[in-house]
Antibody, heavy 119, light 108 residues
Framework: QVHLVQSGAEVNKPGASVRVSCKAS????????LHWVRQAPGQRLEWLGWINAGNGNTRYSQKFQGRVTLTRDTSATTAYMELSSLRSEDTAVYYCARVLEGSGALDYWGQGTLVTVTS | AIQLTQSPSTLSASVGDRVTITCRAS??????LAWYQQTPGKAPRLLIY???SLESGVPSRFSGSGSGTDFTLTIRSLQPEDFATYYCQQFNTYPLLTFGGGTKVEIK
């Protein structure tokens, strides 16, 4: 069984940066492929990027390229998502999710972190 | 970029009904498609992967079919806990992912 536990809700001002953490337990973290997905109020799920927890390789959505950075700390079995130059449209729930081995589906999800951007 | 279009966007149904949701890809994606269920305030739950494989622990009334550009999620006999929003997701361009716009299943 895999558990992904995310950090708590954040309130940030426009132009600031936010970092959300995602701690994994229950399995071998270095074998994880981890994705970050967000959902603005009443909107569809939106993919931000992916990190290979083993070697740190990353890929980002073109929409967020240059504003999002994914990192991980293997000793802490924790992944991080940092989003910079925040604007009101970034207000959303941010999720981390593990990819199902051998597929591209996301089988385990964190509980979500609400990020609110307001002046 | 591959786009996914779900239909309908909202569906009204009764307990016991057979429900079908469609997801169409803007280009062929083989069988690289997953389906999720989401209830308010919760993270999505994986139902179907690789277009037709049932995730462990998911009731057998859920099934998926299709390949190429046209996919279907079917709920054989709708239960009260199935009233939720359903999303499709493609991973043909893995690790780049795309989600559909969602289908909300409401009580008639």
């Amino acid at each position: 069984q895999v558990h992904l536990v995310q950090s708590g809700a954040e309130v940030n001002k426009p132009g600031a940066s936010v970092r959300v953490s995602c701690k994994a337990s229950g399995n071998i973290f270095s074998s994880f492929g981890l994705h970050w997905v967000r959902q603005a109020p009443g909107q569809r799920l939106e993919w931000l990027g992916w990190i290979n927890a083993g070697n740190g390789n990353t890929r980002y959505s073109q929409k967020f390229q240059g504003r999002v950075t994914l990192t991980r700390d293997t000793s802490a079995t924790t992944a991080y998502m940092e989003l910079s130059s925040l604007r009101s449209e970034d207000t959303a729930v941010y999720y981390c999710a593990r990819v199902l081995e051998g597929s591209g589906a996301l089988d385990y999800w964190g509980q979500g972190t609400l990020v609110t951007v307001t002046s | 970029a591959i786009q996914l279009t779900q239909s309908p966007s909202t569906l009204s149904a009764s307990v016991g009904d057979r429900v079908t949701i469609t997801c169409r890809a803007s280009q062929g994606i083989s069988s690289a498609l997953a389906w999720y269920q989401q209830t308010p305030g919760k993270a999505p739950r994986l139902l179907i992967y690789d277009a037709s494989s049932l995730e462990s622990g998911v009731p057998s009334r859920f099934s998926g079919s299709g390949s190429g550009t046209d996919f279907t999620l079917t709920i054989r006999s709708l239960q009260p806990e199935d009233f939720a929003t359903y999303y499709c997701q493609q991973f043909n361009t893995y690790p780049l992912l795309t989600f559909g716009g969602g289908t909300k299943v409401e009580i008639k």
